[in-house]
């Protein structure tokens, strides 16, 4: 998680192995065992991190800024949320198209705080049950 | 799990289901829920010990607890079992799946407190029931043993409906199939596929609950 949140890269297993001083191969179990907790989920047929909540290695349209700066960007809108427990005492932004219409969306939260929402009528909804079947995961 | 300007923009979305229209909520309240303690503690270093440790069953507990449907109106899906366990069952033993019979036996002492739409789905339940349960017997089944047994299962079902109204069960409750084999339904006289039927008809009753949730 240190990795994703100092650069906004989810490390690949064998470049984990080495910061963790622990073999490739146990690396490799141990990505997936996260996976698996958190939820997660790897590229299909791959051993890529697609996903590491609240943060997605693959672009999505949650786009997650720290102090102004966007590098990172969110598993779903509402993990977007809780991007900021993993930045503390920073200020977190998030940026997103209204899936109907495109409108722009803007979050700015900090800590406890939520400093602003825009519109102030924004609603979040899944038609899923939040961390449900990994099967369907990247596709919910 | 998406964000929408307003509630008008998701309900309007083309992927929208209103069955799962709790889960449609200001973004305070999904920012308070991705405030809980999963959300929180995925900076631990020990995060796999703690998520997979008794701290984290909470966590993922107190998550659940909030994400969950509104508990069924009890009120009302108790009425509208009692009102299932009234109708004549001459009627649905002789019914085919179009007779308007099985409606007007319905609807006609349908107490008023049952809202509209739950009333409908329980008498599509019903009618399930008779497709389900069809009157001609399977195969190699005498006709009277059949008869006696297709009545003997719209008793079951009615019974059981009462049963699951006050019971608070799921639909993929194990508890159902269970409750069912102690009503005696164990498919001896009907074998596999009426089993199956019966299962299936509790089953759409307990889709009634969930409807009820949406109301």
Redesign the interface.
């Known amino acids: 998680m240190g990795e994703v949140v100092a650069t906004g890269v989810a490390p690949h297993y064998a470049e984990l192995s080495r910061t963790m001083g622990i073999e490739p191969v146990r690396a490799k179990a141990l990505v997936k065992r996260l996976i698996d907790l958190t939820p997660g989920w790897l590229h299909p047929g791959t051993d890529w991190i697609a996903s590491f909540p609240p943060f997605n290695n693959q672009p999505t349209q949650y786009r997650v800024s720290v102090d102004g700066e966007q590098r990172w960007f969110a598993q779903c809108g509402f993990e977007a949320l809780a991007c900021r427990w993993l930045f503390e005492g920073r200020t977190v932004t998030v940026d997103a198209p209204c899936l109907l219409g495109g409108e722009p969306l803007q979050i700015v939260m900090r800590d406890e705080e939520i400093i602003s929402i825009d519109p102030p009528a924004m609603v979040g909804y899944t038609r899923s049950m939040v961390g449900g079947d990994a099967a369907t995961r990247p596709f919910r | ?7 008008e ?2 309900r ?2 083309e ?3 209103p069955r ?1 229209a709790h ?9 308070d ?3 809980t303690p999963m ?2 503690a ?2 631990r270093n020990d ?2 010990s703690w ?2 440790g008794p701290e984290g069953a909470a966590a993922f507990g107190e ?1 659940r607890e909030r ?1 969950t449907p509104p508990r069924p109106d009890v009120k009302a899906t108790t009425t509208a079992a009692v009102a299932l366990s009234k109708v004549d069952i001459s009627v649905i033993d002789g019914a085919s799946p179009d007779d308007r019979s099985v409606e007007q036996q319905l609807f006609g002492d349908w107490p008023g407190e049952v809202p509209v739409d739950i009333a409908r789905h329980w008498r599509n339940t019903a009618r399930a029931m008779i497709v389900a349960i069809p009157a001609e017997p399977l195969s190699g089944v005498d006709q009277q043993l059949w008869t006696e047994t297709r009545r003997s299962a719209v008793r079951d079902a009615q019974a059981a409906a009462g049963w699951l109204a006050r019971a608070d069960v799921g639909a993929g409750d194990v508890r159902l199939t269970h409750r069912l084999a102690q009503m005696g339904w164990r498919g001896e006289v009907a074998d596999q596929p009426a089993w199956t039927a019966m299962e299936q008809s509790a089953r759409a009753i307990l889709k009634c609950q969930a409807l009820a949730e949406l109301t």
């Open positions: 799990m998406n964000l929408f300007r307003s509630e923009h998701a309007n979305w992927e929208f289901d799962m889960l449609l909520q200001p973004v305070e309240w999904w920012a829920t991705f405030a959300f929180r995925r900076a995060f796999i998520a997979t998550l994400l």
